[in-house]
């Protein structure tokens, strides 16, 4: 069974960057004081965008780039609604998902059962060779480096620098950032589109690298798992990678459950991500009500 | 200039600004005939930006609005099946509407539609013909709502508890329900008859609601307009339908005033999933008859958006979810007629209600 566990593991850090990648975009976002549950929407069509171009172009560079791209443009979307109209965000971000899911069914119908080279997996040289560990942390696609990486990065662009604190006045007192000459509704704008560029690159890495093809409707609700694990992650970094990672196990567990032949149905073991999920949100989200960003507490209390 | 002006946001409360100035009834006595020639221009512009994707696709970008009208209204029988099809949509959509007053957002229609028609066929398999037609109608109306009263209920009780955010929590408890069909569907509800296609075993004959008018329609139409009627009535003239406002309006004056805000948070969560739990469980006993995976078609989904459309007043939610209903059927004529991707119409659904957002329609936003 060992065996097993490094098997959840490695695939679990896989699984985990597809909701790593949106979760960061969503923290950004959030701590802007934008929910955007539109980066269901942004993963959706990144996965769909980065797998055409990969299959047309037969590169999956290009994938990732088209990827991004499409996540942006799902951002900018969401952003512009929500902060030049003054719309309700998560009407607004449902509704961004609920055309992500009807445009990549219709133009993803011609990719279905195609397959591309997925992005190759890469053994960092020495540390790859770690017993154990190296490939559960040390064999994977680019991507996940880069997914790693991202979060100390996130971490310290938004606690240690300028932009970092303008972002994050932007959450918290949109009005105090007007009123020093600054302009927050083209902080946000930007916060919520680079967010959702990162929600389109997990969309590559699910579709390019992980999986290597594309099906309807393929994220399967991770986007908004991501979004969750923002919210029990009290919009901390680390936490927030926790969470992510957390989720990655669980999802790779249930398949590797089922290769060892563990007689659970195959329906509730898909099921264990999101309880796994909805339970760390009911545990750990007693503490962080007050953590909220301030502006997103009033656009939150301000739906219906 | 306040603190709140600068930041764009508008802190007062929609219902609240409803009720002061544009009651349902005013509404209609005085139309505001700006105001109603802006909102056709943004569905228009919605309609041509969705020519225009149907164009890029190959189709003729006038010619589907007729085929539209044809699969959804004109052709033999369709303008029924729009009418069944809202039937779950209605009472999803007043899902919404219902907890909205108390300030929720419940996402969770498409699985408290779904454990609805999964506690009907539960109920339906097991009394089978044992019991005389109209008692097991019954049973599965009240089953389907008993549990799509309690799956919302968890969203309920963890918002009011632990503050847990009930959008997210009940979109996850969204495929959490679709998990549970799906193994039941597969495991021990499966039809031993079903030719491949993985279903659960038929209604027997008598449990499938009777059908009325000499039409396709069946009886429960009769009961979903019956309960949006009481819903509409009771938001509007019982003591709790205020408290939900007043609660949804604001909650610290609601809780200094007295009102057990708690108790409405999960009240108005119990009967969103009440509503919508019936909604699964009379498609499934009058239109589906036997559980299969994607009984729900997103409908939960789309009876967010047709809330959201009609900010949440009873009557318009109603009237939008039939809207609603022909524009999903009329995707079934694109693509027969069409050749287009029968999903086509999801973004149809979506740019009609993204058109307000982007463009405007809402009095008192833009100042």
């Given at each position: 069974?060992?065996?097993?566990?490094?098997?959840?593991?490695?695939?679990?850090?896989?699984?985990?960057?597809?909701?790593?990648?949106?979760?960061?975009?969503?923290?950004?976002s959030?701590r802007?004081?934008?929910?955007?549950?539109?980066?269901?929407?942004?993963?959706?069509?990144?996965a769909?965008?980065?797998?055409?171009?990969?299959s047309?172009?037969?590169?999956?560079?290009?994938?990732?780039?088209?990827?991004?791209?499409?996540?942006?443009?799902?951002?900018?979307?969401?952003a512009?609604?929500?902060?030049?109209?003054?719309a309700?965000?998560?009407?607004?971000?449902?509704?961004?998902?609920?055309?992500?899911l009807?445009?990549?069914?219709?133009?993803?119908?011609?990719?279905?059962?195609?397959?591309?080279?997925?992005?190759?997996?890469?053994?960092?040289?020495?540390l790859?060779?770690?017993?154990?560990?190296?490939p559960i942390?040390?064999?994977?696609d680019?991507?996940?480096?880069?997914?790693?990486?991202?979060?100390?990065?996130?971490?310290?662009?938004?606690?240690?620098?300028?932009?970092?604190?303008l972002?994050?006045?932007?959450?918290?007192r949109p009005?105090?950032?007007?009123?020093?000459?600054?302009?927050?509704?083209?902080?946000q704008i930007?916060?919520?589109?680079?967010?959702?560029?990162?929600?389109?690159?997990?969309?590559?890495?699910?579709?390019?690298?992980?999986?290597?093809?594309?099906?309807?409707?393929?994220?399967?609700?991770?986007?908004?798992?991501?979004?969750?694990v923002?919210?029990?992650?009290?919009?901390?970094?680390?936490?927030?990678?926790g969470?992510?990672?957390?989720?990655?196990?669980?999802l790779?567990s249930?398949?590797v459950?089922?290769?060892?032949?563990?007689?659970?149905?195959?329906?509730?073991?898909?099921?264990?991500?999101?309880?796994?999920?909805?339970?760390?949100?009911v545990?750990?989200?007693?503490?962080s009500?007050s953590?909220?960003?301030?502006?997103l507490?009033?656009a939150l209390?301000?739906s219906? | 200039?306040t603190?709140e002006?600068v930041?764009g946001?508008d802190?007062?409360?929609?219902s609240?600004?409803?009720?002061?100035s544009?009651?349902?009834?005013?509404?209609?006595?005085?139309?505001?005939?700006?105001?109603?020639?802006?909102s056709?221009g943004?569905?228009l512009?919605?309609l041509?930006?969705?020519s225009i994707?149907?164009?890029?696709?190959?189709?003729?970008?006038?010619?589907?609005?007729?085929t539209?009208?044809?699969?959804?209204?004109?052709?033999?029988g369709?303008?029924?099946?729009?009418?069944?099809?809202?039937?779950?949509?209605?009472?999803a959509?007043?899902?919404?509407?219902v907890?909205?007053?108390?300030?929720?957002?419940?996402?969770?229609?498409e699985?408290?539609?779904?454990?609805?028609?999964v506690?009907?066929?539960?109920?339906?398999?097991?009394?089978?013909?044992?019991?005389?037609?109209?008692?097991?109608?019954?049973a599965?109306?009240?089953?389907?709502?008993?549990?799509?009263?309690?799956?919302?209920g968890?969203a309920?009780?963890?918002?009011?508890v632990?503050?847990?955010n009930?959008?997210?929590?009940?979109?996850?408890l969204n495929?959490?329900?679709?998990?549970?069909?799906?193994?039941?569907?597969y495991?021990?509800?499966k039809d031993?008859?079903?030719s491949?296609q993985?279903?659960s075993?038929?209604?027997?004959?008598?449990?499938?609601?009777?059908?009325?008018?000499?039409?396709?329609?069946?009886?429960?139409?009769?009961?979903?307009?019956v309960?949006?009627?009481g819903?509409?009535?009771?938001?509007?003239?019982?003591?709790?339908?205020?408290?939900?406002?007043?609660?949804?309006?604001?909650?610290i004056?609601?809780?200094r005033?007295?009102?057990?805000?708690?108790?409405?948070?999960?009240?108005?969560?119990?009967?969103?999933?009440?509503l919508?739990?019936?909604?699964?469980?009379l498609?499934?006993?009058?239109?589906?008859?036997?559980?299969?995976?994607?009984?729900?078609?997103?409908?939960?989904?789309?009876?967010?958006?047709?809330?959201y459309?009609?900010?949440?007043?009873?009557?318009r939610?109603?009237?939008a979810?039939?809207?609603?209903?022909?524009?999903?059927?009329?995707?079934?004529?694109l693509?027969?007629?069409?050749g287009?991707?029968?999903?086509?119409?999801?973004?149809l659904?979506?740019?009609?209600?993204l058109?307000?957002l982007?463009?405007?329609?809402?009095?008192?936003?833009?100042?």
């Open positions: 069974m060992s065996n097993g566990i490094e098997q959840a593991l490695i695939g679990g850090v896989d699984a985990g960057t597809v909701i790593l990648l949106p979760a960061l975009g969503e923290l950004i959030q802007a004081g934008v929910i955007n549950l539109g980066t269901e929407g942004a993963l959706l069509a990144g769909l965008t980065a797998f055409a171009a990969a047309s172009t037969g590169s999956a560079w290009v994938g990732v780039g088209a990827g991004i791209l499409a996540g942006a443009a799902c951002g900018l979307l969401h512009l609604v929500v902060v030049l109209r003054g309700d965000q998560l009407a607004s971000g449902l509704v961004i998902w609920f055309l992500a009807g445009m990549t069914s219709i133009f993803g119908s011609d990719y279905v059962g195609l397959t591309v080279d997925p992005l190759p997996v890469e053994k960092i040289p020495g790859g060779s770690i017993p154990w560990l190296g942390l040390f064999t994977h680019v991507l996940v480096y880069v997914g790693i990486l991202l979060a100390p990065l996130v971490w310290f662009v938004l606690w240690r620098t300028r932009v970092g604190l972002v994050r006045a932007c959450g918290e009005e105090v950032v007007a009123t020093s000459g600054g302009h927050p509704r083209i902080v930007a916060a919520v589109t680079v967010g959702s560029a990162l929600a389109g690159l997990g969309g590559a890495q699910l579709s390019v690298a992980y999986v290597g093809n594309w099906f309807d409707n393929m994220t399967n609700g991770y986007g908004f798992v991501a979004v969750a923002v919210l029990f992650a009290s919009w901390r970094t680390v936490r927030v990678l969470g992510a990672l957390l989720f990655g196990v669980a790779a249930a398949s459950l089922q290769a060892h032949g563990v007689s659970v149905n195959q329906y509730l073991l898909d099921a264990l991500p999101y309880l796994v999920t909805l339970f760390a949100l545990a750990l989200t007693r503490s009500g953590d909220a960003p301030e502006a507490r009033r209390s301000r219906g | 200039m603190a002006a930041a946001t802190l007062e409360p929609e609240l600004h409803e009720a002061r544009r009651s349902w009834r005013t509404q209609w006595a005085q139309p505001d005939w700006w105001q109603l020639g802006w056709a943004v569905l512009a919605s041509i930006v969705f994707i149907t164009a890029l696709l190959g189709s003729n970008p006038f010619s589907i609005y007729s539209m009208l044809h699969a959804a209204v004109l052709d033999h369709t303008l029924s099946q729009t009418l069944l099809r809202s039937i779950p949509i209605a009472l959509g007043l899902a919404v509407a907890p909205a007053r108390a300030g929720l957002v419940n996402v969770g229609g699985g408290q539609l779904i454990m609805g028609a506690a009907a066929t539960g109920v339906g398999l097991a009394f089978g013909s044992a019991v005389p037609g109209p008692v097991s109608w019954l599965m109306a009240i089953a389907g709502a008993v549990a799509g009263a309690l799956w919302a968890i309920g009780g963890l918002r009011a632990l503050s847990a009930e959008s997210v929590t009940t979109l996850l495929f959490i329900a679709n998990d549970v069909m799906l193994y039941l569907i495991q021990p509800w031993p008859n079903g491949g993985p279903q075993k038929p209604l027997s004959h008598d449990e499938v609601l009777p059908k009325i008018f000499g039409s396709d329609l069946n009886l429960g139409l009769i009961l979903a307009a309960v949006a009627l819903i509409w009535l009771t938001l509007k003239r019982s003591g709790w339908g205020f408290a939900l406002r007043v609660a949804g309006g604001n909650p004056a609601a809780i005033a007295g009102l057990p805000v708690k108790r409405l948070i999960v009240s108005s969560m119990l009967v969103g999933g009440a919508a739990g019936l909604g699964g469980a498609n499934f006993a009058g239109v589906e008859t036997q559980l299969r995976p994607g009984i729900t078609a997103s409908f939960g989904y789309v009876a967010f958006l047709a809330s459309f009609a900010r949440h007043s009873p009557l939610v109603v009237f979810s039939v809207v609603f209903s022909a524009i999903a059927l009329a995707g079934n004529g693509q027969v007629k069409d287009l991707d029968g999903n086509v119409v999801d973004v659904l979506a740019l009609i209600v058109g307000p982007v463009l405007g329609v809402r009095k008192g936003r833009r100042a």
